[in-house]
C-alpha cells in the first residue's frame, strides 16, 4: 500500500525558509511524477513544484510565483521528496500536499496524481 506522509510545516515570518518532507512507502513505478501541491482558504488547489523521476533523469518544473524561491529535491536512498522554500512571503501560506503518480515529462496538472499525503500547514506572517 502507498503511503505519503507529509512533515515540515509551520509558522514562520516573511522572508523565513521551511523545508517541507514528504517521506514515500510502498511505491515501487518506474518513471513517475511527484510533487507539491497547495491550498489556502477559499482558493483552488495550485500546482507548486513538480518532478519527474525517470530511468536516467529527473527534470524539475515550478510555478511562476515560487521560481528562485522554492526548490524540490529528492533523496532516492531515503524515498522522500523535499520543498525547499526560501523568502517565504504571506501569500504562500497554504496546506501543502504532496502527490505520486505514474506519468511523463512535464508532469502537467494532476492527472498523474495517484497518490496523495494529508497535507502539512505553512502559515507564513508577515
Known amino acids: 500500500q502507498v503511503q505519503l506522509v507529509e512533515s515540515g510545516g509551520g509558522s514562520v515570518q516573511a522572508g523565513g525558509s521551511l523545508r517541507l518532507s514528504c517521506a514515500a512507502s510502498g511505491y515501487t513505478v518506474s518513471n513517475y511524477c511527484m510533487g507539491w501541491f497547495r491550498q489556502a482558504p477559499g482558493k483552488e488547489r495550485e500546482g507548486v513544484a513538480r518532478m519527474y523521476v525517470g530511468a536516467r533523469d529527473t527534470y ?17 536512498a ?13 501569500e504562500d501560506t497554504a496546506m501543502y500536499y504532496c502527490a505520486a ?11 498523474w496524481t495517484d497518490y496523495w499525503g494529508q497535507g502539512t500547514q505553512v502559515t507564513v506572517s508577515s
Do not use: E, H
Not at 531515503?78 to 504571506?90: D, E, F, G, I, R
Not at 503518480?101 to 492527472?111: E, F, Q, V
Open 60 to 76: 524539475t518544473y515550478y510555478v511562476d510565483s515560487v521560481k528562485g524561491r522554492f526548490t524540490i529535491s529528492r533523496d532516492k
Open 78 to 90: 531515503k524515498n522522500t521528496l523535499y520543498l525547499q522554500m526560501n523568502s517565504v512571503a504571506p
Open 101 to 111: 503518480g505514474a506519468g511523463g515529462i512535464p508532469c502537467r496538472g494532476t492527472y
